[in-house]
């Protein structure tokens, strides 16, 4: 593998081609950061940005976002999707208060012991905000390493052991330069994967290690069945009805369970699918229900 070679030409590539994003700004907090870390699970930088940026401007600190009414806090986070993770970061946020006196952790251990954070979200922190030189793997980054160093067309839905061996192995040596030359191969490539090497239609043509790229060498394989991830589907399904009712919550406040029910614009969602959806907020602390009236939390 030519694993210098690789680092170099895609950190020069990165250099240049860099997207200006809020969170990797120098002046960048590292609370900035781990919110954007959050905020960017399973949902694209275009539907994060001014999330981002709203979230950031109502509450700059961690102590900030703690104090704030979980109302709130699932009102600025919109229609992000998932929204348990907002309530996941205001409990980090408390947690960072509470145990680390307001200061974001520096370690990935430090970091995994927070409310919400896994063993990525715990890596990518230390790194893009501490310039620790932790191992960090996404999806981009796990099928830049498939197709330039194993020749896949694509890394598979799940991170193997294999994966996260051969990304071990691939990583720069974290002694050098302070770790900042590694922390910058995590960053590079995975804007390589997000702009470049992407799932369907990579090109090629403007790569910075097409010629070295173990893929194209083995002629550019077409991904056999276990390669491939199926796309998850929306309509119709539990998520895109959890979705409506949070959006009727934070657009029309407190509701009678009937109305808010029957207001959901999605004809194909019978009765019982929308009683199980509305059920499951509840029991996720998502909603609240006092008497007769649904709301998002804290407000009745």
Same mark, same amino acid.
């Given at each position: 593998?030519?694993? &210098?070679?690789?680092?170099?030409?895609?950190?020069?590539?990165?250099?240049?081609?860099? *997207?200006?994003?809020?969170? *990797?700004?120098?002046?960048?907090?590292?609370?900035?950061?781990?919110?954007?870390?959050?905020?960017?699970?399973?949902?694209?930088?275009?539907?994060?940005?001014?999330?981002?940026?709203?979230?950031? *401007?109502?509450?700059?600190?961690? %102590? =900030?976002?703690?104090?704030?009414?979980?109302?709130?806090?699932?009102?600025?986070?919109?229609?992000?999707?998932?929204?348990?993770?907002?309530?996941?970061?205001?409990? #980090?946020?408390?947690?960072?208060?509470? +145990?680390?006196?307001?200061?974001?952790?520096?370690?990935?251990?430090?970091? *995994?012991?927070?409310?919400?954070?896994?063993? $990525? +979200? #715990?890596?990518?922190?230390?790194?893009?905000?501490?310039?620790?030189? &932790?191992?960090?793997?996404?999806?981009?980054?796990?099928?830049?390493?498939?197709?330039?160093?194993?020749?896949?067309?694509?890394?598979? %839905?799940?991170?193997?052991?294999?994966?996260?061996?051969?990304?071990?192995?691939?990583?720069?040596?974290?002694?050098?330069?302070?770790?900042? $030359? =590694?922390?910058?191969?995590?960053?590079?490539?995975?804007?390589?994967?997000?702009?470049?090497? +992407?799932?369907?239609?990579?090109?090629?043509?403007?790569?910075?290690?097409?010629?070295?790229?173990?893929?194209?060498?083995?002629?550019?394989?077409?991904?056999? &069945?276990?390669?491939?991830?199926?796309?998850?589907?929306? =309509?119709?399904?539990?998520?895109?009805?959890?979705?409506?009712?949070?959006?009727?919550?934070?657009?029309?406040?407190?509701?009678?369970?009937? #109305?808010?029910?029957?207001?959901?614009?999605?004809?194909?969602?019978?009765?019982?699918?929308?009683?199980?959806?509305?059920?499951?907020?509840?029991?996720?602390?998502?909603? &609240?229900?006092?008497?007769?009236?649904?709301?998002?939390?804290?407000?009745?």
């Amino acid at each position: 593998m030519h694993t &210098e070679v690789a680092h170099q030409q895609i950190i020069d590539w990165y250099a240049e081609h860099a *997207r200006d994003l809020p969170w *990797r700004a120098e002046d960048c907090s590292p609370w900035g950061v781990l919110v954007s870390e959050v905020m960017l699970q399973q949902t694209p930088v275009t539907r994060v940005l001014d999330r981002w940026e709203e979230w950031m *401007r109502r509450w700059p600190t961690p %102590a =900030a976002a703690a104090a704030a009414s979980a109302a709130e806090i699932l009102t600025v986070w919109d229609r992000l999707g998932y929204p348990r993770r907002a309530l996941r970061l205001q409990a #980090a946020a408390q947690a960072i208060v509470d +145990t680390h006196d307001g200061d974001v952790p520096s370690t990935a251990d430090q970091l *995994r012991s927070l409310p919400g954070v896994g063993e $990525y +979200t #715990a890596a990518a922190v230390a790194c893009f905000a501490f310039d620790r030189p &932790e191992v960090v793997v996404d999806t981009n980054i796990r099928r830049v390493h498939a197709r330039l160093f194993s020749g896949d067309a694509l890394p598979g %839905a799940t991170y193997t052991a294999a994966q996260r061996k051969l990304a071990h192995q691939v990583f720069p040596n974290p002694q050098h330069d302070d770790g900042h $030359y =590694a922390c910058t191969w995590n960053i590079a490539s995975m804007e390589l994967g997000a702009l470049v090497c +992407t799932a369907r239609g990579p090109a090629c043509s403007t790569c910075p290690v097409a010629d070295i790229c173990a893929w194209r060498q083995a002629g550019c394989p077409p991904p056999t &069945e276990e390669q491939r991830t199926r796309g998850q589907a929306w =309509a119709g399904t539990d998520r895109q009805v959890r979705g409506a009712i949070m959006a009727a919550l934070r657009g029309e406040g407190a509701q009678q369970p009937e #109305a808010l029910l029957d207001s959901l614009p999605l004809p194909s969602a019978d009765l019982g699918q929308r009683q199980r959806c509305l059920n499951s907020l509840l029991a996720d602390g998502l909603a &609240e229900q006092k008497q007769d009236r649904i709301s998002l939390p804290g407000l009745l």
